[in-house]
Structure formats: structure tokens, C-alpha cells
């Protein structure tokens, strides 16, 4: 199993190569305003520095969200065109779950990343792998009772320490731990985000901002 | 000829998912895959509802594009992708689209200009352009007037629009006359059963102290709109097809004689008009009268071809595979306002990794 892994959901440029037992190399950037430059380059980096070839690769692990729009679709069409220009398989993983996975914690916690606009992505956790709710996206004062208390992971959460207060590590999405999580998946026939062998979809959780124009408006003085 | 570039092209800036596939200047394959119905009643392109699309549309627009052209994605010599100008978060999805499948191909990647694509996909149509071309390229985000020497390196401004471009002015004045959105096909059509010499609309920027080769759309789009509202505020039926014809008579023919006066005066005996305002029907027949009376070649590629897709992106794409132009580098960037002066983008020189 050799798995290449990225997420753009997040502010976090984030690419790794993992063998099945151990991640071979990582690049993390964090850079909000520059997923689609900084992508390509850091896969070719992870590649060179795992002394991997391309054709080697088995299978595309990706974040699917939810996220930010423009930085997570680069991520998206970067999976599917590896995924159909090698033939291998794209697994979708939700964000996350990937920040879920790295924290390690074990008992119930939650994973809030920025979602701009004063909300957040979040979801609750009862263990590392275990989602125990749908991803959301809400503002931070309307779920401080959900919250309340509870061990939070993410930058998101961060950014707001009167609702979230007991941040833990990390912070920030790592492709490692996306791609040890797809790892464990993949040797234990669990299903990915993308089951049924659906191309790796986005999360979106908002609909886009659009608005049916108001009636014509004239050019004449009334 | 086998040894002429094979290249693929990919053009995500607006509404059109387009992945072309040419060999040199033969046209290969032409696959589109519009998202302009879920538009059209927003009344204008949405941006966020154009960038879903082309993430969906992507992948199965390349296969069919290969499926279409015969070719195996490992034949090809190159693939080209518009780096802009167009909507952001658009050009994005094509532009790591294109990086994915060069770097796992193994092929060099192209950062091209969306506007130079335009006027390179004539070589699909009539071959080689003439060195230099002269092009009026006209659509719903630019109108100019463009003198292009070398038209993978050097590509010069006459003129440009100082307000609305010249498919701008179509859609409005669809939007006065309720015709919906787009309103380029639908002006078009209700023309043909109009008069174009029922009203005498203005024409922008004509009078002899005027900029020869600028363009303004704004005062004819004013002058309709006035026309329409003086009617329905009289209780009067309004005479959408004669309005249609005028104002379609209005643009053309500012759009015609610009064109023919730039030729002239800086002695090139041939003119070309791309862009999807390019595929309206009026505007062609104008420019092939006009043209023949100037004793100048008309070369205006089929309607298709005008409008935005990817076989454009590709024949431009082709053209620096034959050049030796060197490709673009992996963090190619997808540039919003990339100048019409910069035909090829190659990216930032330097990857961070």
C-alpha cells in the first residue's frame, strides 16, 4: 500500500505519503489565500522526499470538507484528476476526522475549524475514529451549550476560547494523520465519505450566495 | 501530420467547462459542458454556482474529450489551461485540474490567456494566423482591439471598452426588453424580424475627436432603456423585435467600422473577430460586407469556436509546443486579471518545494 494524502479544507496546505504503517514524508503550509499554488509543489516534494515514483501510488486520500469553497475544490479536482489519470482509487475523508484522528483523545470531544463569516465547521467526537455527529456549520454562540466543557481540536475552535474552553492539540490539519486514518480504514474494510465508488465529493454545508435580482430599475426620473 | 503538437486544453474561467484536443491545427475534439441554465435566474453568472459545476463537470469532461479525439491522455505533447482572465474560484478548479494531469502524466503544463485563445482558435479554422493579426475580440467581459504580432508572446491593446463590454450590452438590454438571460442568442434571434433602421440608437465614441479604437456601450444601453420605459410609461406596446435590430445595427456597427479603421491605418489587409459576441449573426454579416468593400481577408471562426471551450485553450497551448515556449512551472497561479499583453503565464518561476 503506498497512499498519497492532501487537504485544502482548511488554512492548512497539508500533503504526506504513507506506506500503510508509517507516513514517509510531510509538508505543511499554512497559507489561507494559496491552496492552488502551493498544492502541486508540496505533492511533488512529499514524493521526491519519500524517494516514491507516482506510478507506485495505490490510492488517493483526500479531505472532503467541510471547508472553505475555493481552497477545498482545489484539493477535490486535484484527487479526482490523479485519481482518473493514474487509475487508482480517491477515498474521501471528512476534515474532520482527520483532525479527530491526530488529536488522539479518547472520550467525547469536538472539532471546530474557522468557517469564516463567525461560524464554524464542527462536529462531535466520542473517540479518535468516532464521529457522533454530522458535520455542521454554525456560529459559535449558538452551540456553546453542545460544546460546554468539552476537550475542542482545530483552529477553529481557537478563535473562539469563550465558547471552546479546553483547547487541545493540533491545531492544524495534518495529511499524515489524514492518510493513517485512511490507512486504518483501508486494512479494516471500513467505508470512506465517497462509498459505492462515487467520485470523492465536497462537503459544502451552505448553499451559494445568490440572490434573484429585485425587479428592473428603471432609468427615468420617476 | 503525426509530428505536429498533440495537446489537450482546459478552460474553466466562466460558465463553460471546456476540454479541447487538437494536433497542431486540426481540431480533435470540442467538449462543453455548459452550466448556464442553473444561471439564468440569477439574471448573470454566480460565481460560486459556476466553480460546483466545473468541479463536477471536470473529470468526465476529459474523458469524454479523449473519448471524442481517439487519443490516449499518454499520446499527448502538452496541456494548455486558460490561467485567467476570468472568475477566480473558476479558473482555479481547471488550473489544478491541468497542473494534476500534466504532473501524473508527465507531460508540460501551459499557462495560457484566456483572450489569446480566442484568437488563436482561428488556426483550427483557416490555419496560421498572419503575423501580425489584427483581432476585434468581443464578449461579455471584454471588448477590444488587439494587434498581435506574435500571438504566443506578444500581444498589443488599440482599444478597449471604458465601460460595459460589448455582451454586456446584449444582456442588458435583454434584461430592459425581458427577454432573460443570456441575452447574445435571444437579441440575435428577435432582430431577425426587426427593423435595424427603425431607430437610429448612437453610436459610442464616432465623433471625429473621439478615441479611434476605444469603445462605450454605455449611452446605447441608456438610450434603449429610455425608448422601452417612454413606451410602457405611454401605455404603448413596445416593438421588442425593432428595438432588438436596432440596437444590434447600433453595436455592429460601431463594432465594424472601429475594426476596419485600425486595419487600415496600420496596414494589415485582413481582419479577425473572436469571442462568443463574435458568434452573433449580425456582427458577421456586417464585418463580411464591410470587409470585402475594404479589401480585407475576414477570418471569423464558426460559432462554436467562439464562444467559450476548451479547443481554444488547446490551439494556443499547441502553438508554444511549437514555439519551444517553456512551460509553466507547478505553482502556476490562476491570475483573475491576467492582461491581455501576457499570453502565456509561467507561474512564479520557482516552486516552494
Given amino acids: 500500500m503506498l497512499l498519497l494524502a492532501f487537504d485544502t479544507a482548511t488554512p492548512a496546505v497539508t500533503a504526506a505519503v504513507h506506506d500503510g504503517t508509517t507516513v514517509l514524508a510531510e509538508s505543511t503550509s499554512i497559507d489561507a489565500r494559496r491552496h492552488g499554488e502551493l498544492l502541486m509543489p508540496a505533492v511533488d516534494c512529499v514524493l521526491r522526499e519519500a524517494g516514491a515514483e507516482l506510478d507506485a501510488v495505490t490510492g488517493i486520500v483526500v479531505g472532503v470538507g467541510p471547508g472553505p469553497y475555493t481552497g477545498l475544490r482545489v484539493g477535490l479536482v486535484t484527487a479526482a484528476a490523479f485519481g482518473d489519470a493514474l487509475g487508482i482509487p480517491v477515498h474521501g475523508i471528512c476534515t474532520l476526522d482527520g483532525l479527530a484522528y491526530a488529536s488522539g483523545i479518547d472520550g467525547p470531544f469536538v472539532v471546530a475549524t474557522d468557517a469564516r463569516r463567525k461560524e464554524v465547521y464542527w462536529a462531535h467526537y466520542a473517540g479518535p475514529r468516532t464521529r457522533s455527529s454530522d458535520p455542521a456549520v454554525d456560529r459559535p454562540g449558538d452551540i456553546a451549550t453542545q460544546v460546554a466543557g468539552l476537550p475542542a481540536v482545530g483552529a477553529g475552535a481557537a478563535l473562539y476560547p469563550e465558547v471552546f474552553t479546553d483547547i487541545r492539540a493540533p491545531a492544524d490539519q495534518s495529511a499524515g494523520a489524514l492518510a493513517a486514518l485512511a490507512a486504518a480504514k483501508l486494512a479494516e474494510g471500513e467505508p470512506f465519505e465517497n462509498e459505492g465508488g462515487l467520485p470523492a465529493l465536497p462537503l459544502y454545508l451552505r448553499r451559494p450566495d445568490a440572490q434573484v435580482p429585485a425587479a428592473y430599475k428603471a432609468v427615468l426620473p420617476k | 501530420m503525426a509530428d505536429e503538437p498533440l495537446v489537450l486544453g482546459i478552460e474553466t474561467s466562466c460558465d463553460e467547462t471546456g476540454v479541447g484536443i487538437v494536433r497542431g491545427h486540426t481540431l480533435l475534439a470540442d467538449a462543453v459542458a455548459s452550466s448556464v441554465d442553473e444561471h439564468a435566474r440569477f439574471g448573470g453568472v454566480v460565481p460560486e454556482v459556476a466553480s460546483r459545476a466545473h468541479l463536477e463537470a471536470m473529470v468526465p469532461t476529459?474523458?469524454?474529450?479523449?473519448?471524442?479525439a481517439g487519443v490516449a491522455a499518454g499520446d499527448l505533447d502538452g496541456i494548455a489551461v486558460t490561467a485567467g482572465p476570468g472568475l477566480a474560484g473558476a479558473l482555479l478548479v481547471g488550473v489544478s485540474a491541468a497542473k494534476a494531469y500534466a504532473y501524473a502524466l508527465g507531460k508540460p503544463l501551459y499557462g495560457v490567456n484566456h483572450l489569446a485563445s480566442h484568437i488563436c482558435v482561428d488556426q483550427l479554422e483557416h490555419g496560421a494566423l498572419p503575423e501580425p493579426t489584427m483581432a476585434l475580440l468581443v464578449s461579455g467581459g471584454h471588448s477590444s482591439l488587439l494587434l498581435a504580432p506574435d500571438i504566443t508572446s506578444d500581444v498589443r491593446?488599440?482599444?478597449?471598452?471604458?465601460?460595459?463590454?460589448?455582451?454586456?450590452?446584449?444582456?442588458?438590454?435583454?434584461?430592459?426588453?425581458?427577454?432573460?438571460?443570456?441575452?447574445?442568442p435571444v437579441i440575435d434571434r428577435w432582430a431577425k424580424e426587426g427593423d435595424p433602421d427603425a431607430i437610429r440608437f448612437p453610436r459610442g465614441l464616432t465623433g471625429s475627436r473621439d478615441p479611434h479604437y476605444d469603445f462605450s456601450f454605455s449611452g446605447v444601453n441608456t438610450a434603449v432603456a429610455r425608448r422601452v420605459e417612454e413606451r410602457r410609461r405611454e401605455g404603448v406596446e413596445v416593438p421588442i423585435a425593432d428595438v432588438?435590430?436596432?440596437?444590434?445595427?447600433?453595436?455592429t456597427d460601431v463594432l465594424t467600422r472601429k475594426a476596419i479603421r485600425a486595419c487600415r491605418d496600420n496596414g494589415v489587409d485582413h481582419l479577425m473577430i473572436g469571442g462568443g459576441v463574435a458568434a452573433n449573426s449580425r456582427l458577421r454579416s456586417m464585418a463580411e460586407e464591410r470587409c470585402a468593400d475594404a479589401g480585407l481577408k475576414l477570418r471569423v471562426p464558426r460559432p462554436k469556436l467562439c464562444?467559450?471551450?476548451?479547443?481554444?485553450v488547446a490551439a494556443l497551448g499547441a502553438e508554444m509546443v511549437a514555439r519551444n515556449v517553456t512551460p509553466s512551472s507547478l505553482d502556476l497561479p490562476a491570475d483573475a486579471s491576467l492582461p491581455v499583453t501576457e499570453p502565456h503565464v509561467p507561474g512564479h518561476g520557482h516552486?516552494?518545494?
Fill in chain 2, 244 to 251: 432588438a435590430a436596432s440596437f444590434q445595427e447600433a453595436v
Fill in chain 2, 157 to 184: 491593446t488599440l482599444g478597449s471598452t471604458i465601460d460595459d463590454a460589448a455582451g454586456e450590452a446584449f444582456d442588458k438590454v435583454a434584461r430592459v426588453l425581458g427577454l432573460g438571460f443570456p441575452g447574445g
Fill in chain 2, 307 to 312: 464562444t467559450d471551450n476548451g479547443a481554444m
Fill in chain 2, 62 to 68: 476529459i474523458q469524454r474529450a479523449l473519448k471524442e
Fill in chain 2, 351 to 353: 516552486g516552494h518545494g
